[in-house]
Each structure stands twice: as structure tokens, then as C-alpha cells.
T-cell receptor, first 115, second 115 residues
Framework: AQSVTQLDSQVPVFEEAPVELRCNYS??????LFWYVQYPNQGLQLLLK??????LVKSINGFEAEFNKSQTSFHLRKPSVHISDTAEYFC?????????????FGRGTQLTVWP | EAQVTQNPRYLITVTGKKLTVTCSQN?????MSWYRQDPGLGLRQIYY???????DKGDVPEGYKVSRKEKRNFPLILESPSPNQTSLYFC??????????????FGPGTRLTVL
């Protein structure tokens, strides 16, 4: 089985500051990794994913995450946040080759951007 | 429009009164799943289905039932709801059920309160 640890439950930052949301995983098999975002009173949206290839993946709204196999991490970063980035962010993992296609989620990190 | 729909979106009920939350997808997806989201716990899988008439327990199945009689529908049944089932529920679907990864699509969520 896989598990995900999001090290920070709350991350408050000021607008235009950089931010890093941390995610570590454990798995006995190779994994796919994801970040989902949940805006207030909405469902989950896929923000970005690592399936294979380049370890640095980017979203269309300026977020990026780097897969680090040796540290079993997939931290999410943005160099300059906007108030509209205020949301809850979930890291998730799925085992490669799994016949179940299950996603295992972390507990979430609430990012609050202040003006 | 490709989507996963859930009904109702909000529900307040009383302990012991049977209820069903419906989930429907129009993408011909094989794999469907139910999650519950609780503060500080992230999303936890309740049940999943690999295809019609194929269902299995996730991590927190107690107190829930599901059925998959048609490919597009995957209702979640609470035979005797209790207050500890007060939560935000998400349905999700993807295809294929096995093999190469494809994005899991989430419904908008159902907020359930059991008094």
C-alpha cells in the first residue's frame, strides 16, 4: 500500500511571496504522484501530475512540483502567489502497475494568501 | 460536457433514516469510487468499483453500501446513518480501470449532516 504525508496543515503567506507545500510518500512500488486543488465550496481539480519522464512538472497557473525519488518527495512550489491561489491542496499517490487504480491522499494543506 | 454528477449536493438527515447519494458519469468510465473528506484527514476511499457488478471495500467501508448495476451509476447507500458519517462525500471515475494511468474525475461533492 501507499501513504502520503503532507507536513503542513496550514500555510499562510502574503501575496507575491514564494510558497512551498511539502509532500512525502511511502510505497513499496514505483508510483504516480499528483497534486489536487480544492477551492472553497468546490470539488477537486487536478493541478499537476508526475507519471514518468522529467521529474519537474508544471501547471498552467505557475505551480510546479519536483519528483525526488531518493527523498520520496513531491513538493509543490510557486515563486509568487496570488490571493486567488487560496485553497486546500492535496497530494496523492497511486501505485504503478496497480490493478486497483486507487489514489491515496494526504491530509491536505490549507494555503491562505493574504493581501 | 464530460462530467460526474452527484445528488443531492446538500443533505441534512436524522440518525437511522436510510438515504442514498447518487453518482452518475457520462464518460463511459469503468472505474468509479466514493471518498469521504473530513477536516484534517484528507480524502479516504469508502468503496470502489472496477466495472458493472464488481465492487470492493476501500479504507473506510463501515456503515456504507454500494451497487453498480449500470456502468454510469454508482450510488452510495447509508442504511442507518449515524452522526459520525457527517462528512463531505465525493464520487470519482476514470478509465481504464487497470493499466495505463488516466486522470480520475471528481464530482462536485455532497455535504451530508446526520443529526
Amino acid at each position: 500500500a501507499q501513504s502520503v504525508t503532507q507536513l503542513d496543515s496550514q500555510v499562510p503567506v502574503f501575496e507575491e511571496a514564494p510558497v512551498e507545500l511539502r509532500c512525502n510518500y511511502s510505497s513499496s512500488v514505483s508510483v504516480y504522484l499528483f497534486w489536487y486543488v480544492q477551492y472553497p465550496n468546490q470539488g477537486l481539480q487536478l493541478l499537476l501530475k508526475y507519471l514518468s519522464g522529467s521529474t519537474l512538472v508544471k501547471s498552467i497557473n505557475g505551480f510546479e512540483a519536483e519528483f525526488n525519488k531518493s527523498q520520496t518527495s513531491f513538493h509543490l512550489r510557486k515563486p509568487s502567489v496570488h490571493i486567488s491561489d487560496t485553497a486546500e491542496y492535496f497530494c496523492a499517490v497511486s501505485g504503478r502497475g496497480s490493478t486497483l487504480g486507487r489514489l491515496y491522499f494526504g491530509r491536505g494543506t490549507q494555503l491562505t494568501v493574504w493581501p | 460536457e464530460a462530467q460526474v454528477t452527484q445528488n443531492p449536493r446538500y443533505l441534512i438527515t436524522v440518525t437511522g433514516k436510510k438515504l442514498t447519494v447518487t453518482c452518475s458519469q457520462n464518460m463511459n468510465h469503468e472505474y468509479m469510487s466514493w471518498y469521504r473528506q473530513d477536516p484534517g484527514l484528507g480524502l479516504r476511499q469508502i468503496y470502489y468499483s472496477m466495472n458493472v457488478e464488481v465492487t470492493d471495500k476501500g479504507d473506510v467501508p463501515e456503515g456504507y453500501k454500494v451497487s453498480r448495476k449500470e456502468k454510469r451509476n454508482f450510488p452510495l447507500i447509508l442504511e442507518s446513518p449515524s452522526p459520525n458519517q457527517t462528512s463531505l462525500y465525493f464520487c470519482a471515475s476514470r478509465t481504464p480501470a487497470t493499466g495505463v494511468y488516466n486522470e480520475q474525475f471528481f464530482g462536485p461533492g455532497t455535504r451530508l449532516t446526520v443529526l
